[in-house]
């Protein structure tokens, strides 16, 4: 069994992660290669394809959406994510114990004596009449079930309706009010795949893994009896601290020498919280500075391939600015190199601007 080096695994998950150049494809085909991206609020998303992609258009992804090949709903750690609507279809269903733990996780006791069945039999209908915010699924449960946690029954039908956002929600700009339908009106019948095809989609993606690297992806637990017969059609590495990872057979590995370019990556990225073990992409000393309370996790910078910065942009009038917190002092180039990245970046995301700068600090 090949033990493999931290820069192995660090630059191995950049290339599969369309981190070490940019690509030249299409955005659907990206966002299918990364299996979804996270998507708690509406811009991050397009950020993340920006940074990975040529020639990639905020139009490019919204167009995507309105046409329904893309679709926003609570999926991989019940959190909202953009997938495309061929592995909604296929996998909503695998990852519904996810849903179902997340509302136990979240509620406990307010969502305890939830008649699951009776809420989606009176929900199911008033959405598909047409899409419904949160607040108003919310109400319209009170009015039934005036005794009961109002926002505990509007998460359970988020998490057992299959719900989907419909656009303008969870498009650039569009701000956090979304309404939902439910994936049946607004896509048709489901192609249920399995959890092994899911587990092959998360390596080629995320690997060399292990199991509770992919229980922390997919926000489900006590796998290992499950995913243990399906490991003899996978290579078997190990980590530096010996542990069992995971991997296509046919994927490659990457020399830890491979040189990695500065990369801006948005909040919440999938990069950063797919593993149990993170220190291939951050060490545990500088997880303080990205992830936050109420589950903030800030937008980053990669600096010879790991997490080295923290990034915020701000606008005031028609200025705006990049300003990027470094964990610890650098060198001239490198910060050249940052700025360089940043003004791009910030011209991305405040294309309306008339003046841009980028400043570079550390931390304190």
């Not at 700009?173 to 048709?188: D, E, I, Q």
């Not at 990457?254 to 990225?269: G, K, N, Q, V, W």
């Amino acid at each position: 069994m090949q033990t493999l080096t931290l820069r192995q695994l660090n630059r191995t998950l950049l290339s599969r992660q369309h981190l070490l150049h940019r690509h030249e494809i299409a955005p659907m085909e990206a966002i299918e290669a990364l299996v979804g991206l996270q998507s708690q609020i509406p811009n991050p998303p397009y950020i993340g394809l920006w940074t990975r992609l040529k020639h990639f258009r905020r139009d490019d992804l919204t167009q995507l959406m309105n046409e329904r090949k893309v679709v926003r709903a609570p999926l991989l750690r019940s959190t909202l994510h953009l997938m495309t609507v061929d592995d909604h279809q296929k996998f909503q269903s695998v990852l519904q114990p996810a849903l179902d733990r997340a509302l136990r996780s979240f509620y406990g006791k307010r969502a305890q004596g939830l008649d699951i069945d009776a809420l989606v039999k009176y929900a199911e209908p008033f959405i598909e009449e047409e899409p419904r915010t949160t607040g108003e699924i919310k109400q319209m449960l009170l009015e039934i079930f005036p005794d009961k946690d109002g926002d505990a029954m509007a998460y359970a039908i988020r998490n057992n309706l299959q719900l989907i956002q419909v656009p303008p929600g969870g498009t650039w700009g569009a701000g956090t009010r979304a309404s939902y339908t439910t994936a049946k009106a607004y896509l048709g019948a489901a192609t249920p795949s399995n959890l092994e095809t899911l587990l092959h989609r998360y390596l080629a993606a995320f690997g060399p893994a292990s199991i509770m690297d992919f229980q922390a992806w997919i926000g489900i637990t006590s796998l290992t009896s499950t995913i243990k017969p399906m490991m003899k059609n996978l290579a078997v590495y190990k980590s530096p601290e010996g542990k069992e990872l995971l991997d296509l057979p046919n994927m490659q590995i990457l020399d830890e020498s491979t040189p990695a370019p500065i990369r801006f990556i948005p909040d919440y990225d999938n990069l950063l919280v797919s593993h149990k073990d993170r220190n291939r992409i951050i060490a545990d000393d500088d997880r303080k500075y990205v992830f936050l309370s109420a589950a903030r996790v800030l937008g980053t910078v990669l600096i010879d391939g790991f997490v080295g910065a923290t990034w915020k942009v701000t606008r005031e009038k028609d200025i705006a600015t990049l300003r990027v917190i470094l964990f610890e002092q650098t060198n001239n180039d490198t910060i050249d190199q940052i700025k360089t990245e940043g003004l791009a970046l910030l011209q991305f995301i405040e294309n309306e601007a008339t003046s841009y700068a980028v400043e570079v600090s550390s931390q304190e």
